[in-house]
């Protein structure tokens, strides 16, 4: 959607605020039109470091997405108001076939992510990801016993919200505490 609008700052009110985010991770496509929803046929990641003012991309067939996620850092640029130098990585992890990069996509941000949440809000390092390999089946089956759990999580849920011992549960009290207590808080990344 950032790609394909004319003037990025008509998203701002869509968005939470960008004052106090320090990293975006924003999947690219390369579909050129914005009629349709099922169009393109690659992926990439841009990791936005608005703190840094810079914009890592990370494409597993390259140079394929180069110029759509070059938009997209020049559109994010002008929608958090802030230079940003684009970085496209030549060390990503590359694809052997044409229908991973979804899932490369994914992998390389969970490892980035864990990679920023590990470090120290002063402490820098190298976003490259050389030397690191995605294991793209492996992905696959993880990513799908993950949404199997959420699946049998949900069918529980919805169980349990049907049963009359289950009846009153779903109105913000679970077993005498408030669901505010059960959440943890978003894992903060920087200041």
């Known amino acids: 959607m950032l790609v394909q609008t004319p003037d990025p700052l008509t998203l701002k009110d869509a968005l939470p605020p960008l004052e ?5 991770f924003l999947p690219v496509n390369d579909c050129r039109s914005p009629n349709l929803a099922e ?8 990791l936005v470091s608005i703190r840094d003012g810079v914009a890592f991309h990370y494409d597993s067939l390259r140079p394929s997405n180069y110029e759509p996620a070059r938009m997209a850092s020049d559109k994010f640029s002008r929608l958090c108001g802030k230079p940003l130098r ?21 992998l390389e941000m969970q490892f980035l992510l864990k990679r920023l949440l590990q470090g120290g809000s002063g402490e820098k390092f190298s976003m490259s990801m050389g030397q690191n390999d995605v294991d793209a089946p492996r992905g696959r089956k993880d990513m799908l016993k993950l949404i199997e759990g959420f699946r049998k999580k949900g069918q529980r849920s ?3 919200s049907r049963s009359p011992a289950g009846f009153g549960h779903h109105h913000g ?14 894992p903060r990344v920087g200041d």
């Open 20 to 24: 106090d985010i320090t990293h975006v």
């Open 39 to 46: 169009g393109g046929s690659h992926w990439s990641l841009l």
């Open 86 to 106: 684009f970085v496209n990585l030549d060390d990503a992890p590359q694809q052997n076939n044409g229908s991973d990069c979804g899932m490369y996509v994914c």
């Open 158 to 160: 919805q169980s349990r």
């Open 173 to 186: 009290h679970r077993h005498g505490s408030s669901v505010s207590e059960h959440k943890a808080d978003p």
